[in-house]
């Protein structure tokens, strides 16, 4: 009997109209397979590359979040005592005569700024961008890999670079840098002016300065792919939502980043080649300094001309991935699927023309300030779309509650009170008194610190199977979230109060101003709920790691008959992704429950009068 | 040790995680992996629901709670005029944006709830409509557009600076590290220049440029000086930093500005509420009526010890949270008063020590004036006594003396200095007001040299004094002129200060 | 390994991604130096701005490195049509005038320096000092790649495939580009004084 080889439909339709791109004429007997380094190491598989991104951002999320505890345990108790904490942080830790121990002040701003450092940069933007569009981009456009997989390569490991000097910077004996994540000149150009701005700062700028060319490494590559090395029949307009929003954010990172090198360069001309960009009329230390004729106005510029578009590279991402995960737990297109392409390119637009409201009490012409105003507000007319369009991808859904899904609804959630705080800030006049207090705190953290955060784990909950074949336990994934939506608003709800009341941020201690000294019920309420939050994460770090070696495998291709075409590989990834030929899209990646079909992947043929696109 | 239980713990912790996992999964293989997740399904929508209901409840209940840090509310109250506005715009726009965090929060977890997986139920595919999408674009943009639109008003009010035209009080703050230095213009109403390169850290800690004649009557507070500023009046605070980014802020009056080394900025404000007035205000508070010192519940309470105060609002290093002043808002009256006791800094500090751009001009005009008003208040009053029948019995020996001041002879010799006249000629117009006046005139010096010599000298230099009155239209009958030389020094010549102390000339009134 | 792009039709002429992602790259150094000459207007309308004017050697760099362009487009042409001799020579006189514009470069600076423009004196010096540094850094990585594409033509056989081709267009690109900046910049730094 001769053997009957069953194909299936994906199988069939693969073969015969799929893109033969001739991958697997050239690459059997792979280079790739060989040697643990050029595996595991210096992979150049974007699926083990965003692995790698992943596991680091994961590590520096502990670190970020563990030196955030610390801080606030000085903030939130005060009068007790740190002493503890002496073995581990040694001369950190000023220990009085009766025995109690405090951060030292020095120490807490080193904190801070570190916190601030590592959780915006390696964690919200490596960690987060660099994880799923590494992950998803050749994956979901139907590519093999990425335009360059060896610059790919490069960029983790700049990143890892960019970290090892951070880690060892955390070692000094000055100490880290320690003047805020944003650096401002003349505090971070002068040693002199606080013992972080010495050797911390060097070492600061040289991991960032990394860091940068990290980013704008793999950004070139995200754009190359998405607009070269699309599949046959996979126009801009049948992306799934996650890819617009990655090549969106990669444009903007490819564009403000430089930027920023440019104010790190000239801030290490003024700190070791003695010029004056941004320093001028200075007397410290006992003597006035030979620099004349800089202004620290021209950093802040330089500065949040990424600083503004970066906030937007750590929620795009997010945002991309909660529009899927819903929709696909839904079982109903992404509500809007246009007006979200559009809101994400007027997002991304806009970013560019608000930086400056970061400044409205910086000593800037209030007359330039009128149009910073005007755009900061229009901004949150797409953002508001967004949140509307979320919602009413909800509405009339068969909605399936699982981890992945609850974190992208609680993202909705947080996004909704973060980003309504941010239409106080916007308001100029109002940033009179809110400016560098509590009120800010507690709006980015909700935004970036949570919001972002909630699209990550939602992201990684749900394509966790894609990396690890297996999946994640869903009882501690439904711990994890409740525990940390309600927390998270536990840590950061009050902090709108205290700013509101006028208490501002980065102060060690809030015992010199009667004003500010009578929130300390409150700010001990944050810090437990801080350290609870914590552990509640030490839940998700565990299941992770489990799931990884003994979580429920996978046994089925498609597990969530998700339409899009990164559940159309094998179980086992392979370089190149597909076994065969790259699958052929001839609709948008959102056809849940139409037409008596449950759902139609992209890959599957148009019927007589179908309409495709939407 | 403390690490290797740490560890235990945490690895303890690790597995009893893992193990509630489990029984999820295991649950599942008993009882079908379908009915398991419907079930945990509707649980958990439900729990999405309750969780919305105490969410807002709790958010209403909170914003309750903490209503007195509402801007604008209760005790908050803004202490300026433009603060009312600021505190408006907020709670205009928490107006708008808690109807809108309200509504969606609703939606989203009903709808969660509402749309769960259900028995027969079949998602709809409903992937856009335009009309939707085109009124909750448009709404957002009208309440943006209506925020911007007040906001801004409010801004160009608050944030351009003051014409020529204008009247306003203007005082300087300078930030460092850690501490803010207050200066207050004097007189003139004008703050004077200031300069980096001339700040000397033991008597010009500022750079204040003496040159320019409107530093001449500048005060600088002393560090635990309370900045007095009178109510209703318009106030322009010049900022500035001496080594990196500070902020002026000052929480109770919505005022702050970065200040920035190299590039003066500046706020302008009218305080509305006096110190004593916000202190009546808050009395009315339960919060307010605890004790101020909770070690000390029998002191005073917390109002009465109210005060505004300054603080740094742009992180400036180690010190940054405790850069703290007090502010005292008091009445016009009360500050005028208290703003005219202010030393000028240049007269007690700077005049005659090496930091003074002027120690080689012998008479600055200040000096002329300033002279000329002590002497119309002090010998003007007691020569007026002194002609009076009544005799006096508070008029003390010493009191008759008047040490002259501003009257220089060239070294070694009797000729008087041409900047003498300006005292000289004043006295001799006293003394034409006061005609009954007679005066002896008695040169001193100290004891280095021959003593026959000071005699001499002494003798002569007053002989050069009474002439010169006399050529002012005095008679000579009414002075008397005489030279002790080192006969009756006023402090011992052991020291250089006590030699110049010494060496005088003054005129005592006699019968 | 190279991902190819698809194409609707075969055979129809292929943007080479490698290339397109070169092209990338260059728009983040616009980027960067787009910050540096925004920040040398704001600071030189700021005032207390030293006006100097570049030194003759710049306008010599200047046609160096446009011949170099100009030589290198030339080998390129050589290397399509399998012209060995011509397009090694080509490559290397290339490389020898980058090496050159590197040389007058740093004597510009010594002219600068000599002329009274110093780094730290006043911050005109230092953008110039800066703004060129930073060109020549960039050149600096041109010049690299431009070694290895002269190793690779003395070393491998001349042979024409698809993918040396692109490899080449892509220094080729490159090299025009660092040209292209640093007319921009020369012609900036002249005009905006």
């Not at chain 1, 190491?41 to 790698?52: E, G, L, N, T």
Request: hydrophobic fraction near 45%.
């Amino acid at each position: 009997m001769a053997e009957i080889i069953v194909k299936t439909r994906e199988e069939s339709l693969f073969e015969e109209q799929g893109y033969n791109d001739h991958f697997h004429d050239h690459h059997h007997g792979d280079k790739f397979k060989s040697g643990f380094l050029n595996h595991y190491v210096f992979s150049m598989d974007h699926k083990v590359i965003a692995r790698q991104f992943l596991i680091t951002g994961i590590i520096w999320a502990i670190i970020g979040a563990s030196m955030s505890i610390v801080f606030r345990l000085q903030l939130g108790f005060p009068e007790e005592s740190l002493a503890w904490l002496k073995p581990i942080l040694g001369k950190w830790i000023v220990v009085d005569a009766e025995g109690v121990g405090k951060l030292s002040p020095e120490f807490y701003y080193a904190l801070v700024t570190m916190h601030g450092t590592i959780i915006v940069f390696f964690v919200l933007t490596a960690g987060l961008s660099g994880t799923f569009s590494n992950l998803l981009i050749p994956l979901q456009v139907g590519a093999r890999d990425m335009a360059s997989p060896f610059l790919n390569m490069l960029s983790y490991w700049f990143f890892f670079m960019a970290g090892v000097v951070m880690f060892y910077s955390l070692f000094l004996s000055t100490g880290p840098f320690s003047g805020g994540w944003v650096a401002y000149p003349p505090l971070s150009a002068l040693p002199q002016a606080s013992a972080g701005s010495g050797t911390g700062m060097t070492l600061w700028l040289i991991s960032l300065t990394l860091f940068v060319v990290s980013v704008l490494l793999g950004g070139i590559n995200y754009i190359t792919t998405v607009l070269n090395l699309r599949t046959k029949g996979m126009s801009m307009w049948r992306l799934p939502l996650p890819i617009w929003a990655f090549f969106v954010t990669a444009i903007l990172g490819l564009l403000s980043f430089p930027v920023l090198a440019s104010g790190f360069f000239m801030l290490i001309f003024d700190r070791s080649l003695g010029t004056s960009f941004y320093l001028s009329d200075i007397f410290i230390g006992g003597q006035a300094l030979d620099r004349v004729g800089g202004s620290p106005i021209l950093y802040q510029h330089l500065f949040w001309f990424l600083g503004h578009p970066e906030v937007y590279i750590i929620i795009l991402p997010a945002m991309g991935i909660v529009s899927e995960v819903l929709s696909v737990n839904s079982r109903k297109p992404i509500f809007g699927y246009r007006a979200m392409v559009y809101s994400i390119m007027a997002i991304g637009f806009l970013s560019f023309i608000v930086w400056a409201h970061h400044m409205f009490m910086a000593g800037v012409n209030p007359f330039i300030s009128n149009f910073f105003v005007v755009f900061t507000l229009i901004i949150a007319v797409p953002s508001a779309v967004k949140v509307f369009n979320w919602i009413t991808t909800l509405y009339g859904g068969s909605i399936r509650l699982n981890s992945a899904n609850l974190f992208a609804i609680g993202f909705v959630s947080m996004f909704i009170s973060g980003g309504l705080t941010g239409i106080f800030l916007g308001n100029s006049a109002i940033d009179i008194q809110m400016h560098d207090t509590y009120f800010v705190v507690a709006h980015f953290h909700i935004v970036m610190g949570v919001a972002a955060f909630f699209g990550m784990f939602a992201g990684v909950y749900h394509w966790f199977p894609k990396m690890y074949q297996r999946f994640m336990n869903e009882t501690l994934g439904k711990i994890h979230f409740w525990g940390t939506l309600i927390l998270a608003y536990a840590i950061f709800w009050p902090m709108h109060y205290l700013g509101m009341a006028g208490v501002p941020r980065r102060y060690y201690s809030f015992d010199t101003f009667d004003a500010f000294k009578h929130f300390a019920e409150m700010n001990k309420f944050i810090t437990v709920a801080a350290i609870l939050s914590f552990v509640v994460q030490l839940i998700f770090v565990v299941n992770f790691f489990y799931s990884i070696w003994r979580g429920r495998k996978m046994t089925s291709k498609n597990p969530y008959n998700a339409a899009t075409l990164e559940w159309t590989t094998p179980i086992e990834p392979v370089h190149g992704n597909w076994p065969g030929n790259i699958p052929a899209v001839h609709r948008w990646a959102y056809d849940y429950n139409k037409d008596e079909r449950e759902f139609v992947p992209q890959y599957e043929p148009l019927k007589e009068g179908e309409v495709g696109d939407h | 040790m403390t690490i290797i239980g740490a560890l235990v713990i945490f690895t303890l912790i690790a597995v009893i995680v893992v193990q509630i996992g489990r029984v999820n999964d295991l649950a599942a293989k008993i009882r079908g992996e379908e009915e398991v997740m419907r079930s945990g399904n509707d649980a958990t929508g439900r729990w999405l629901v309750v969780f919305m209901v105490v969410f807002l409840v709790g958010c209403v209940y909170s914003s309750w709670h903490y209503k007195d840090v509402m801007l604008g509310y209760g005790p908050w109250e803004a202490s300026s005029e433009h603060g009312k506005e600021v505190d408006y715009l907020f709670n205009m726009t928490l107006v708008f944006t808690g109807i809108v965090f309200v509504i969606t929060h609703i939606l989203l977890f009903w709808y969660a709830y509402k749309y769960r997986i259900q028995q027969g139920k079949k998602a709809t595919f409903f992937a856009h409509d335009t009309k939707l999408e085109l009124i909750w674009t448009a709404i957002p943009a009208v309440v943006m557009a209506f925020l911007v639109a007040n906001g801004l008003v409010v801004w160009n009010n608050v944030m351009p600076d003051l014409g020529p035209d204008d009247a306003y009080l203007e005082i300087e703050a300078t930030g460092y590290q850690f501490a803010w230095d207050i200066r207050y213009p004097g007189k003139d109403g004008k703050i004077g220049d200031k300069d980096f390169r001339l700040i000397n850290m033991a008597n010009n800690t500022l750079g204040i440029n003496f040159n320019d004649p409107a530093a001449m009557d500048d005060a600088i507070l002393s560090g635990s000086d309370v900045i007095k500023l009178p109510v209703d009046s318009t106030i322009r605070v010049k900022i500035s930093a001496k080594d990196v980014l500070h902020n002026f802020y000052l929480p109770h009056f919505r005022v702050k500005m970065d200040a920035v080394p190299g590039m003066p900025t500046y706020f302008i404000f009218k305080p509305t509420k006096t110190t004593v007035q916000m202190r009546q205000e808050l009395s009315e508070y339960p919060e307010w009526n605890e004790p101020y010192d909770p070690t000390d519940p029998e002191g005073p309470k917390r109002w009465q010890k109210f005060d505004y105060e300054l603080a740094c609002a742009e992180l400036c290093g180690k010190g940054h949270y405790s850069m703290r002043r007090v502010l005292e808002i008091v009445s016009k009256e009360e500050y005028d008063a208290w703003a005219a006791t202010l030393p000028s800094f240049y007269k007690g500090n700077i005049r005659g020590t090496e930091a003074d751009p002027f120690r080689d001009k012998l008479l600055m005009d200040y000096e002329i004036q300033d002279r000329k008003a002590e002497l119309d208040a002090t010998v003007d009053p007691l020569w007026s006594k002194l002609g009076s029948a009544v005799r006096d019995s508070s008029i003390t020996e010493e009191s008759l003396i008047l040490k002259l001041k501003y009257v220089f002879f060239e070294t070694g010799s009797s000729n008087l200095d041409k900047l003498s006249s300006h005292e000289l000629d004043y006295i001799a117009g006293l003394m034409k007001k006061h005609p009954h006046i007679r005066l002896e005139v008695a040169g001193h010096t100290d004891n280095t040299g021959d003593a026959a010599a000071n005699r001499s000298l002494s003798q002569s230099r007053a002989d050069s004094v009474k002439a010169s009155l006399v050529a002012q239209g005095i008679a000579a009958s009414r002075l008397a002129s005489n030279g002790y030389g080192d006969t009756k020094p006023v402090e011992s010549n052991d020291a250089e200060e006590g030699r110049a102390k010494n060496r005088r000339t003054e005129l005592k009134v006699i019968k | 390994m190279e991902a190819t792009a698809f194409r609707k039709e075969e055979g129809s002429k292929r943007l080479n991604p490698q290339l397109f992602a070169l092209w990338v790259g260059m728009a983040s150094m616009v980027m960067l130096f787009g910050a540096f000459t925004s920040a040398y207007i704001v600071k030189q309308g700021a005032g207390n701005w030293l006006q100097f004017s570049l030194p003759f050697s710049f306008y010599i760099s200047t046609l160096t490195i446009i011949a170099s362009s100009f030589t290198l487009h030339l080998g390129y042409n050589a290397f399509k049509s399998l012209q060995s001799d011509k397009y090694k020579t080509m490559l290397l006189v290339s490389t020898m005038l980058a090496f050159v514009f590197m040389v007058l470069q740093y004597q510009g600076w010594m002219e600068m320096y000599a002329n009274g423009v110093d780094m730290r004196a006043n911050v005109g010096g230092s953008f110039f000092y800066l703004i060129t540094g930073a060109h020549a850094a960039h050149v600096l990585g041109g010049i690299t790649v431009l070694l290895v594409t002269c190793i690779y033509a003395f070393t491998l056989p001349m042979k024409f495939s698809e993918v040396r081709r692109n490899k080449i267009e892509m220094v080729l690109h490159f090299w025009h580009f660092l040209g292209a900046l640093w007319i921009y910049l020369f012609v900036f730094l002249n005009v905006i004084r």
